[in-house]
């Protein structure tokens, strides 16, 4: 009898982590994916889909060391990251699951509604340091950033600080949630987060990419006709060994229904 009923623990045991699944990483693509997850636990009621953030190289950390089925990432893959995990004897797949625009955000109070890249870099790496020089009020410039960690803050490094330190000092937050508070508290506050995260408690900042002829609001309508310059791929990464486990749910973030839940996040679809 207790050995019948140790076997049906174990069985049970095992079909549930067969059925359980793990997302780790990237921040900005967190109200994708909880809400994505939601949707397909729905639908597949014997499914259990767990997701938790922290950052693009928290994701590829994770998938290194075996707990996540899928690392989600707000950049590419890094060279030496792709080597550790071969190290490992792990082959990874690569999947565009949604674009995103990256918004710069200020205080709503700032009096500055226009920035060219030029002048966002100066920003960032700490060579413009007052409001006043750039239209608006005589106010030091506070400027935060995303921990090293997160691939939001080496997309930002490299498309609008074209790869250059950013200031030594600057703030730098754990979490896009931990910048929109912060900028909506400071009034000389500056940041960047993904559409996703805009809300009225911020001002998003219309961006020049040509030197100041045009400036470009960051909209999902936006991203999608191109006009707007700071827009990335949004990623899963899984090891190709997972993919019978992680399949259904990657096949149903890319149906209609899936990128219809893009959209709806803040996000651009991938069709």
Request: without cysteine; charged residues 20%; aromatic residues 8%.
């Given at each position: 009898?207790?050995?019948?009923?140790?076997?049906?623990?174990?069985?049970?045991?095992?079909?549930f982590n067969?059925?359980?699944?793990?997302?780790?990483?990237?921040?900005?693509?967190?109200?994708?994916?909880q809400k994505?997850?939601?949707?397909?636990?729905k639908?597949?009621?014997?499914?259990?889909?767990?997701?938790?953030?922290?950052?693009?190289?928290?994701?590829?950390a994770a998938?290194?060391?075996?707990t996540?089925?899928?690392?989600?990432?707000?950049?590419k893959?890094k060279?030496?990251?792709?080597?550790?995990?071969k190290?490992?004897?792990?082959?990874?797949k690569?999947?565009?699951?949604?674009?995103?625009a990256?918004?710069?955000?200020?205080?709503?109070s700032?009096?500055?509604?226009?920035?060219?890249?030029e002048?966002?870099?100066?920003?960032?790496?700490?060579?413009i340091?007052?409001?006043?020089?750039?239209?608006?009020?005589?106010l030091?410039?506070?400027?935060?950033?995303?921990?090293?960690?997160?691939?939001?803050?080496e997309?930002?490094?490299?498309?609008?600080?074209?790869?250059?330190?950013y200031?030594?000092?600057?703030m730098?937050?754990?979490?896009?949630?931990?910048?929109?508070?912060?900028?909506s508290?400071?009034k000389?506050?500056?940041?960047?987060?993904?559409?996703?995260?805009?809300?009225?408690?911020?001002?998003?900042?219309?961006?020049?990419?040509?030197?100041?002829?045009?400036?470009?609001?960051?909209?999902?309508?936006?991203?999608?006709?191109?006009?707007?310059?700071?827009?990335?791929?949004?990623?899963?990464?899984?090891?190709?060994?997972?993919?019978n486990?992680?399949?259904?749910?990657?096949?149903?973030?890319?149906?209609?229904?899936?990128?219809?839940?893009?959209?709806e996040?803040?996000?651009?679809?991938?069709n």
């Open positions: 009898m207790r050995t019948t009923i140790l076997t049906t623990i174990i069985l049970a045991s095992v079909l067969a059925q359980a699944q793990r997302i780790k990483g990237s921040d900005t693509m967190l109200p994708l994916s994505a997850a939601e949707e397909f636990m639908e597949n009621p014997s499914r259990s889909v767990t997701v938790t953030g922290g950052g693009s190289g928290v994701g590829i998938l290194l060391e075996g996540t089925e899928l690392a989600q990432l707000s950049r893959i060279f030496d990251e792709r080597n550790k995990l190290e490992k004897g792990k082959t990874v690569e999947i565009t699951a949604a674009y995103d990256l918004a710069v955000v200020v205080h709503p700032n009096k500055v509604t226009n920035l060219t890249r002048q966002l870099e100066g920003i960032f790496t700490g060579k340091k007052n409001w006043k020089d750039l239209g608006g009020d005589d030091a410039i506070i400027p935060y950033s995303r921990e090293t960690s997160s691939g939001t803050y997309f930002f490094k490299e498309n609008v600080l074209k790869n250059k330190n200031m030594s000092g600057i730098s937050m754990p979490a896009t949630g931990a910048i929109i508070q912060s900028i508290q400071t000389g506050a500056i940041g960047y987060v993904g559409l996703a995260y805009l809300n009225k408690d911020v001002k998003a900042i219309h961006v020049s990419y040509d030197q100041g002829k045009t400036y470009v609001e960051p909209t999902v309508a936006n991203a999608k006709n191109e006009t707007y310059p700071i827009v990335r791929p949004l990623y899963y990464y899984y090891d190709v060994t997972a993919e486990k992680v399949k259904s749910f990657i096949d149903f973030v890319l149906s209609g229904k899936g990128q219809k839940i893009v959209s996040t803040g996000f651009v679809s991938v």
